[in-house]
């Protein structure tokens, strides 16, 4: 019989050949692999989202006279400047007034390393409001949603920490220069009419305007 005609039979690849043939897809996938477990390793949160300053801020009236303002006020212990390093006993946990470091502490939300009072002091001083909170107290949860407000109020005016704080005895503080309010839970209304009575108030500030 002639065996011309009929088509001839391809050799299946051996072991070695298929090996071959696939090797260069194991370079790139063990570098792909090599820099995901590097990313996971050096991964670390954010320790800072900053609120950038760029006005003075929106002119606004003079408070009334007689109008009780939210949270509860403390005696004004001075805004004297004072070396850093030093030490100041304040009047309130969280301070809401009394001598500080001449740079004040950047304005967002921090996760990480923490400013020290001497530093906050000052910002409240530029008009600011500062919410502390202890995460064992408030949970995750409460957490975000406290951010996302934040994050929105920083919209109107961005000089606004929140910062977690370890001393506190209630979930969250609210503090402004010479008041505080304590939470027992997030409450956003609470938060919200702190914010708009005392944003911008600061002794620094004039009619609304602030230093940076």
């Not at 390793?41 to 609120?51: D, H, I, M, Q, S």
């Not at 923490?114 to 909170?133: A, F, T």
Request: with cysteine; proline share 10%; charged share 20%.
């Amino acid at each position: 019989m002639n065996n011309l005609n009929k088509p001839s039979r391809k050799r299946p690849p051996t072991i070695k050949e298929r090996i071959l043939e696939h090797i260069w897809l194991v370079f790139p996938m063990g570098i792909l692999a090599i820099i995901v477990v590097l990313a996971i390793v050096n991964y670390k949160p954010k320790a800072l989202e900053r609120f950038e300053i760029t006005t003075g801020g929106i002119p606004l009236p003079p408070q009334k006279v007689g109008v009780t303002l939210p949270g509860t006020k403390f005696p004004n212990l001075g805004q004297k400047h004072i070396p850093e390093g030093q030490r100041v006993k304040y009047n309130s946990n969280p301070p809401t007034s009394g001598a500080h470091y001449q740079v004040p502490a950047s304005w967002g939300i921090y996760s990480g390393e923490v400013p020290v009072d001497e530093r906050l002091v000052h910002n409240l001083e530029h008009g600011g409001v500062i919410i502390s909170y202890k995460l064992e107290l408030l949970g995750n949860d409460e957490l975000e949603k406290l951010k996302a407000q934040v994050r929105s109020l920083s919209n109107i005016n961005p000089r606004i920490i929140l910062v977690p704080r370890a001393n506190l005895d209630s979930p969250i503080a609210l503090t402004a220069w010479g008041y505080l309010e304590k939470l027992d839970k997030y409450e956003p209304s609470v938060i919200k009419t702190f914010y708009d009575h005392h944003i911008a108030r600061g002794p620094e500030c004039q009619n609304g305007i602030c230093p940076s």
